[in-house]
């Protein structure tokens, strides 16, 4: 997604200015082609060096330096940009932005591009929540730029609090999104189950399943890059949130059935990826049940079938499914979906190596209710994602739903 597209990185003064250098590195890897332009305070911390070696491009630190006389520094940079993303953001940067003060390089180009421009704010907690910065952030949001808040912790002039710049892989998923063409599923809102769920016994014992979650979060991932407004609802994992996608939290099947509910008819499409317990115990204990030498029998009781009963109440929802089996996948693919009123399934063999649950690959095959069939050797979660959302939006399309 970032592949030959030119991302002006634009570092101010400021201690995570060595950050920085790792999001560069990560931006360049990707395939951007990154120029670095450095405030003079930056320079303190980091040298221009560095960024060079790293970007493999000039790094601009002055205005008045003109490389090339047949343009103008600031000017052909801020016009070959597709994305500004300034980080770190300090105080002083942040409010010469917002009151449209151009008094070095850095400033001057954002007041000349045209792209789309990525803060990424970093300073002092105490700085951070002064009136003043706090004004010049919402300024900056009314003028259209986009923030990736600070992190909380601890910082480095000692205090503890929210102000650590963001990390260099949530600044490029920000750009990722930023630069995500733009598709079908763009304001569309997509809910997204993913993970397991646990249904207790007592409080230390559970019934659970393998699912590590991640199937469903490179599902909402990818569909936020693609523009949507996604919700993810997901059972106990140990992933982290893609930035950008709005969480609901739960841990039981009758957790996830409510919140699903609760949200089902405000959205156009719902990825149905959690691995959602078929049955839990009828009795749970409040109180830990001691062990002995006696055997126990657990009575266990369905669960409500989320998926079947979003398929009961559908209307104008694209509605998805998962089918993990160990055998004669078509037929209880198709049957699923037919029994469902599903309009895409995707299936996978979990016996099947580079499949199934907790890996970072997966082999599926995805039937959609209009009989399209496409099949998928092994490959990463991502790029699976990538492919049932293709079929989302090409369904979509032909149905007249999306």
């Known amino acids: 997604m970032l592949s030959n597209k030119t991302i002006v990185v ?17 931006l360049t890897q990707a395939g951007a082609n990154v120029h670095v332009v450095m405030t003079e305070a930056a320079t303190k911390f980091v040298t221009p060096l560095t960024f060079q070696a790293l970007a493999r491009n000039p790094v601009y630190t002055d205005t008045f330096t003109e490389p090339d006389p047949t343009k103008i520094a600031h000017i052909d940079t801020a016009d070959q940009a597709d994305l500004v993303l300034i980080a770190p953001a300090s105080a ?17 180009l954002v007041l000349a591009t045209q792209a789309p421009v990525i803060l990424a704010p970093t300073m002092n907690v105490n700085m951070y929540e002064h009136p003043s910065v706090q004004k010049n ?59 397991p769920t646990r249904e207790p016994i007592d409080p230390v014992r559970y019934f659970t399943n393998y699912s590590s979650g991640k199937m469903g979060y490179a599902l909402a991932r990818e569909a936020m890059l693609r523009g949507a407004n ?11 949130v893609p930035p950008g996608v709005d969480v609901i939290d739960v841990v039981t099947s009758q957790e996830m059935y409510e919140a699903v509910t609760t949200l ?17 115990p009828v009795k749970t204990y409040e109180q830990k049940r001691k062990k002995n030498q006696e055997s126990w029998s657990v009575e266990l009781e369905a669960t409500t079938d989320i998926l079947q009963m979003l398929g009961r109440t559908k209307q104008k929802q694209v509605l998805v499914g998962f089918a993990a089996e ?24 979990i016996t099947a190596a580079g499949a199934g649950f907790d890996g970072d690959t997966n082999i599926v095959s995805i039937f959609t209710r209009d009989g399209r069939h496409e099949e998928h050797s092994e490959k990463s979660k991502t790029e699976v994602a990538s ?13 007249g739903h999306l």
Request: charged share 25%.
């Open 326 to 349: 160990s055998e004669d996948l078509k037929r209880y693919a198709l049957d699923k979906m037919e029994r469902k009123s599903l309009d895409l399934i995707v299936a996978n063999d």
């Open 92 to 108: 002083n940067s942040l409010a010469k932005l917002a009151h449209g003060i151009a008094d070095n390089m850095l400033t001057t």
């Open 10 to 26: 634009g570092v101010s003064g400021g201690i995570a200015a060595f950050k920085a250098a790792a999001l560069v590195s990560k």
């Open 137 to 195: 952030l919402k300024t900056l949001e009314e003028y259209g730029y986009r923030l990736v808040e600070p992190g909380a912790g601890f910082l480095a002039c000692g205090w503890i609090g929210k102000g650590r710049m963001a990390e260099p892989e949530e600044l490029v998923e920000a750009a990722e999104a930023t630069l995500a063409e733009k598709t079908s599923l763009v304001g569309k809102r997509v809910l997204v189950t993913a993970g």
């Open 230 to 240: 996604v919700t993810l609802v997901t059972g106990p994992t140990a992933l982290s």
């Open 264 to 280: 089902y008819e405000h959205v156009d499409v719902v990825v149905k990826a959690a691995a959602v317990a078929d049955y839990r």
């Open 387 to 399: 492919h049932v959302l293709d079929a989302i939006e090409a369904y979509g399309k032909r149905s």
